[in-house]
């Protein structure tokens, strides 16, 4: 089945009490629903976009969002 990234916004609050937007990813099967969902990826929009588009434009099978996460993050 194949998937479609979108990405997911939360808010966080810091150590300090402090509130901050971070962007996360939601694969949402053919049906509309959300199958998984990483939160807190990424603190900046732009990488987030960039990176979810680049998963949609190549596909990217569930099974590996994971993997492609770590990578990223490592």
Known sequence: ???TYYLRTD???DE???IHTVYGIDA???NGIVEMSVK???FEFERAKKF???CNRLDLSIVH???VVED???
């Open 52 to 54: 979810i588009d680049t």
């Open 40 to 42: 807190d990826v990424f």
């Open 11 to 13: 808010n966080v609050f």
């Open 16 to 18: 300090y009490g402090d």
């Open 28 to 30: 949402v099967n053919e």
């Open 1 to 3: 089945m194949q998937h």
């Open 72 to 74: 990223i993050l490592g």
């Open 65 to 67: 969002l994971m993997d």
